[in-house]
């Protein structure tokens, strides 16, 4: 497994226009690496093991299942970036956190998956899809008056509604998860990452960057087209009458 | 009356943005401008935090009883490794 884990420090931030991530910043912002944890990683605690794999082992496994094609294959990777992870548990200098190194190995083990396996999408070209598709608006479009129009081009026309009162509780109801749920699973792999690591693990913006290795502006772009496809499926559900 | 130099068709993909830190400043007093101004995208700012608020509700699936097992014998083998 030499070679297949990288320290945080030696990588390279991703670049964009706004420049606003380091790699510094990460480790000042993250969770910091806490000393004693990693002793008794190395000194081969097994429930301390056990919490790090309760912490990050489904949220891998999700991460990893946007790379590959299978879920057979998602959890090798999984399963040799644990190893990965063991293996360079000595050589770990704590430069980054924890969390981001781990990320790290899992995303250099499934691109060496993607490219060992022809038929395997690589994560690089799944997110070019996904950027690709930069006319797909965030509203559907027939919900605002039309260019033609002299007064109010591009003005609502059926605005949407506040949701309040018996509406707003109903984001609690069962049902309503259930759709949400359903909606994220149905989203491109990539933003439905992206959503998952911002909006239920709360990462920062930064470390998702690292981690997916994207810029922030495609982190951004992937994240506004996830929320909003959420948010529609939502509203379609509450304005049932 | 709403602002003409901002259409609300251009606000909604600016949400994200915007709720980011990430816009250029005029561009962030136009958005704010047409918050005051238009109850349609007040309200379609407000279902973005909301859907945000009950996406982070939802919680990750529990770790498979066996999944971790597998990963345990791992560290066990790890260990007896090193």
Redesign the interface.
């Known amino acids: 497994m030499a070679g297949v884990w990288v320290d945080a420090g030696e990588t390279t931030p991703p670049r964009t226009g ?1 420049a606003k991530i380091d790699a510094g910043q990460v480790v000042d912002r993250g969770v910091l690496t806490d000393a004693a944890q990693l002793h008794r990683l190395r000194s ?1 605690d ?1 429930e301390e ?2 919490r790090l ?2 912490t990050h ?3 891998m496994y999700r991460v990893a299942r946007a790379h590959v094609a299978s879920s057979a294959a998602a ?1 090798d990777v999984v ?1 040799d970036t ?2 990965a992870v ?2 360079g548990l000595t050589a770990f200098e704590g430069r980054s956190s924890l969390r981001t190194w781990i990320f790290q190995i899992l995303r250099n083990v499934a691109r060496r998956r993607g490219q060992r396996e022809a038929r395997v999408v690589p994560f690089s070209s799944l997110m070019a899809t996904e950027l690709g598709e930069r006319t797909l ?3 559907d ?1 027939e919900r ?1 008056i039309p260019p033609s129009d002299h007064e ?5 026309l059926w ?5 309040e009162g018996g509406v ?1 509780e109903r ?2 109801h069962a049902e ?2 259930a759709l ?2 359903a909606s ?1 699973e149905e989203l491109p792999p990539v933003q439905r990452t992206v ?2 690591l911002r ?4 990462w920062a ?1 930064e470390e998702v960057c690292l981690a997916l290795e994207i810029s ?2 495609n982190q ?1 772009v992937l ?2 087209r996830a ?2 496809n ?2 529609g499926s ?2 379609a559900l509450l304005e049932e009458s | 009356m709403v602002p003409a130099d901002m259409k609300c068709q251009e606000f909604v993909e600016l949400v994200t943005d915007y709720m980011e830190d990430s816009l250029p400043a005029a561009t962030r007093a136009d958005f704010k401008a047409h918050i005051l101004e238009c109850d349609g995208c007040g309200a379609h700012l407000d279902q973005m935090r909301q859907t945000m608020q009950a996406i982070g509700r939802l919680s990750e699936r529990d770790l498979e009883p066996e999944a971790l097992a597998r990963m345990l014998a791992l560290f066990c083998d790890w260990r007896t490794q090193a």
Do not use: K, N, Y
């Not at chain 1, 109010?152 to 609502?156: A, D, I, L, S, T």
């Not at chain 1, 605005?159 to 949701?163: A, E, I, M, N, T």
């Open positions: 706004e081969g097994t093991f056990e794999v309760v082992h489904a949220l959890e399963q644990w190893i063991l293996d608006p965030s509203v479009p605002f109010w081009p591009g003005h609502w605005p949407p509604r506040q949701w707003e984001l609690l309503t998860q949400m749920a994220i959503l998952w909006c239920i693990e709360g913006s922030a502006a951004r994240l506004h929320r909003s959420v948010r939502l509203e």
